[in-house]
């Protein structure tokens, strides 16, 4: 059994900053929650994913029933273990401090 890593504190939120076309920024916020052994990647009050843990760090993307949805996410951390960086759909994430 892979252990949810420690993010601290809980419902951690990660942030992408995006310049689009016309240099027009766009910010994406996510936030994520233990529930029944997985995280939930959270969008406001929207559920956007689910993340099972198959190694320290590393995710599989999952649907509502808990089916992999094909993607896979991973947490880079820094010398002294804090998260540094998520990396989810194709984007690099960094947490709230």
């Given at each position: ?31 994520l ?38 993607g ?26």
């Amino acid at each position: 059994m892979v252990l949810l890593p420690q993010l601290t504190p809980p419902g951690t939120q990660f942030s992408y900053s995006n310049a689009g076309s016309a240099c027009a920024v766009t910010k994406t916020v996510y936030e994520l929650r233990a529930h029944r052994g997985h995280l939930r990647v959270m969008s406001g009050s929207t559920v956007a994913a689910h993340l099972a843990f198959y190694r320290k760090d590393h995710a599989l993307v999952l649907d509502e029933s808990g089916r992999p949805q094909g993607g896979r996410c991973n947490f880079v951390r820094d010398p002294q273990g804090a998260i540094n960086w998520w990396l989810f759909a194709a984007a690099l994430y960094r947490p709230h401090r």
